[in-house]
């Protein structure tokens, strides 16, 4: 570089499109909602290098698991970008991470978060983070810390992805899983609340490329926008599940996300048993539907990629049905008996739905 170079005109980094005022910003405007968030055993506040828990509150237990996960909402993003809609985005990552955790019977603690950015829009930012503060008071757990980075040029000025890490905590003896499953428990299922965060690029190919649809149209069958069906957040099962435990003898969990409800049911059935799921006890929202026929996609790939409208199943012992079903109701959770496990036959896998949708 030439010594005459004027004073001012080198490189820095808000030249190369990053914005530290911006960033700093944000950080103040999400600290409200962090704190929503708070359990007693966490140290310190936002904007420390690490967030602290105190791992004392933990000598209760005989032998504690600690469990832990980490997801995204994949392109379901690109819905709230267009919508310019981003407090709801969080609740989807919340659910899709702790939903996972407490599946083994754990209880949320605490969760980061990672949101990569194009370009820092600081009340943007802070509308995501109270997406996922107000997604972790519903699971019950506390946001103790993240990070919020800008990638100019990798990233357009409005593009943006969330990720988060979440940890839990189950006493050995009450961990749920293949092990507990008997022959003649019965499987529950509990509703979704929509698309949940799965399958959206099968969904935007089919109603934006094949279909023609927008973000804004009114469609009859939903209710409501296209928009606001896809945008729908989440349900969020965590604290649902941990209320079913404490009062009925729970097997298993099984969260339904990537894969559908039979690859994941598949997941806890043990060796040598087989779970037989029964189309006829439900019937998919009108979404499910609308995608079916607008893409032309058969039922199977249709249950291999989307939920159906079932985003949680529980396997609990048959004389337990009855306190099961109560207890989710109590909570406004809506379930049924959808499904039975029986012996594993020759040509059966771990898990097949039979039947056909109720009308």
Known sequence: MSESTSAGSGASYASAGVDIEAGDRAVELMKEWVKK?????????????????????????????????????????????????????????VAMVMDDIVVCGAEPLFM??????????????????????????????????G???EHPGLLGPDDFDVAGAGTGVVEYDRLLGADRIRTGDAVIAMASSGLHSNG??????????????????????????????????????????LALTRTTDV??????????LAANLARVIPDGLHATVDRSTWTPGAIFDLVGKAGQVERLELEKTLNMGVGMMAVVPADSVDAALTTLADRGVESWVAGEITERGAHTT??????????
């Open 350 to 359: 771990g898990a097949e739905l039979v039947g056909d949708y109720a009308k």
């Open 200 to 241: 959206y690029s099968l969904v935007r190919h089919v109603v934006f490329d094949r279909a023609g649809m927008t973000l804004d149209q009114q469609v009859e069958e939903l209710g409501r926008t296209l928009g606001e069906e896809l945008l729908e957040p989440t349900k969020i099962y965590s604290l649902d599940c």
């Open 251 to 260: 097997h298993a969990y099984s969260h339904i996300t990537g894969g559908g």
């Open 112 to 145: 980061t978060d990672y949101i990569c950015v194009g370009k820092v829009h600081p009340e943007r930012v802070a509308a995501i983070v109270k997406g996922i503060a107000e997604g972790c008071v519903l699971a019950g757990c506390a946001l103790v810390g």
């Open 37 to 93: 968030t708070q359990r007693p055993e966490v140290l310190g506040g936002l904007g420390g290098f690490a967030g602290l828990f105190d791992a004392s509150a933990l000598k209760r237990y005989e032998r504690p698991l600690l469990a832990s996960a980490t997801d995204g909402v994949g392109t379901k993003v690109d819905i709230a970008r267009q919508m310019g809609v981003y407090d709801t985005i969080g609740h989807d990552l």
């Open 147 to 149: 990070e919020t980075a």
